[in-house]
């Protein structure tokens, strides 16, 4: 134990340099002399097992984790698993499997592709079975690929694409490191269908990226890796935007005040504004400046793909896209699924909104994307229903994937159902500006600036109040 953590400590400080230094592009492990040949997860647990069962109890394992900062989540533990979103809306009735369309080729592989076991579904009671599952390459070996394979009785599991190379597995599994960038991106890039689908500010071009595209992960400049930021004790990501459930920290909250200080500027107007005005609104002007993002999802209106050969939700993409300005105090309201919705005075659903106001002294206005959709929901209990889109992807059959996804989350069958208009509110925290960059005074104290002013509580622009 104390071993392990003098050696991970030093790889840390090899690993992440101050702000403005020059970052060493690898910092490997070379695990020769403590195994011969890598045999999955028991291999790493010969030494590695408090590792691996603090990694069990993770929200990365889990995909749940605990909500003191949503207002109504009332205790519960909550997450992708029992949440449901309006990308792929569940993993309940899509966890794994080739869905492959009529030409034979692979379209969709179920959620698990992005979960950091080898197939089973993560369960609360920690067990071997469970601490093997763990697949600790995928966040370790940046050199490490993975694929679904079938066993004899039909199951299905992800093992490395070198599981018959022994030689060439053994060469990937000995080269260890903490997580780099290309390692949290496999999956934080490619979420919800494609790049940049879901998040709008993880693109893959963060990997190595110029100083212009953002300022902290930049190759030629800062060079910071994800963990800079987000690493936690004991495998506990820190950090946490308005449109996620749960959080691994809730004692080790990040905020950009966690490297900088809180009046940064050294310009009294500007170092004013900071006190309720967070700094991704002037420092991201706008998000999804390499690939275009998933803007809007009508899960009603099925299209047809007929180059790639298969069936999708109606998506509408967006390219360099200004955010949406809210007020936000750190604190969420969900609709959560088993619960009746309760629609907006617009007859909107919002999934996820940020709590706060201008009467707020702890909310601060912060960037956003806003996210839209249809979803279905029950017509007599008024609950959404996931769908069950891996089977939709290959024959379009709504009705199907709707009537399965209720049956996975709540064991009904064939239910009566309507579809809703819903929009979510989704934390725009990466892509940031050099001061350069950022937005100017015009940008938003101007007739026709970005500013929704009345939305945000005010009477008019403050600056032009202020000057009368």
């Known amino acids: 134990m104390k071993r392990t953590a003098i050696i991970l400590s030093m790889l840390l400080a090899a690993a992440l340099p101050a702000v403005g230094a020059a970052a060493e592009q690898r910092t490997w492990t070379h695990q020769d002399g403590y195994f011969e040949h890598y045999e999955g997860t028991r291999t790493c647990l010969q030494c590695h097992e408090e ?40 993993p309940l009735a899509s966890w794994i499997g080739n869905a492959t369309n009529s030409d034979g080729k692979v379209i969709a592989q179920g959620c698990s592709k992005c979960h950091a076991g080898l197939g089973a579904k993560p369960s609360p009671e920690l067990s071997r079975a469970q601490l093997e599952n763990i697949d600790c390459l995928i ?7 993975r694929d679904l394979y079938q066993d004899e009785a039909g199951a299905w599991s992800w093992k490395p694409i070198l599981w018959e190379n022994q030689v060439g597995l053994d060469s990937v599994a000995k080269r260890i490191s903490l997580p ?22 993880i693109e893959y071009e963060l990997a190595d990226c110029a100083p212009a595209f953002d300022v902290h992960m930049a190759t030629a400049g800062n060079n910071l890796q994800c963990i800079a930021c987000h690493q936690g004790d004991d495998h506990r990501v820190r950090g946490r935007g308005a449109d996620l459930a749960g959080t691994d920290s809730p004692g080790n909250q990040l905020s950009c005040e966690s490297c900088h200080d809180a009046k940064p500027h050294k310009v009294a107007i500007l170092d004013h504004h900071t006190d309720r005005v967070n700094c991704t609104v002037c420092h991201i002007p706008a998000f999804a400046r390499k690939d275009a993002t998933d803007m809007d999802r009508d899960w ?25 300005y809210a007020w936000f105090n750190g604190k969420t309201r969900i609709t959560l699924m088993g619960e009746a919705v309760k629609p907006d005075a617009d007859g909107v659903v919002t999934l996820m909104r940020p709590e706060g106001s201008r009467k707020d002294k702890s909310a601060k206005i912060h960037a956003f994307k806003l996210h839209t959709a249809k979803v279905p929901i029950m017509e007599d209990r008024g609950w959404l229903i996931p769908l069950s889109v891996d089977e939709f992807f290959i024959d379009g059959d709504l009705n199907r994937a ?31 500006q050099p001061a350069a960059n950022a937005l100017q005074c015009l940008d938003c104290h101007r007739e026709g600036g970005r500013m929704d002013w009345k939305a945000l509580g005010y009477a008019g622009d403050p600056m032009l109040a202020a000057i009368r």
């Not at 966040?139 to 690929?145: D, F, K, P």
């Not at 099925?302 to 069936?311: G, L, S």
């Not at 009537?403 to 009904?412: I, L």
Request: charged share 20%; glycine share 10%; aromatic share 10%.
């Open 51 to 90: 590792e691996a069962t603090n990694f069990f109890h993770s929200q990365h394992y889990q995909w749940q984790g605990e909500t003191p900062q949503l207002v109504n989540a009332q205790g519960r533990r909550l997450g992708k698993l029992n949440t449901m979103n309006d990308f792929c809306t569940n």
């Open 139 to 145: 966040c370790h070996a940046s050199g490490y690929r």
């Open 180 to 201: 780099e960038r290309t390692m949290c991106l496999r999956c934080h890039a490619g979420a919800g269908g494609g790049p940049n689908f879901k998040r709008g500010d």
């Open 300 to 324: 009603s209106t099925p299209m047809r793909h007929e180059v790639a050969n298969k069936w999708s939700a109606t998506i509408t993409m967006g390219h360099d896209v200004p955010p949406v």
């Open 402 to 432: 709707v009537v399965d996804g209720a049956k996975a989350a709540y064991g009904v069958d064939d239910p009566a159902y309507k579809w809703i208009p819903v929009r979510r509110y989704m934390g725009i925290f990466h892509e940031v």
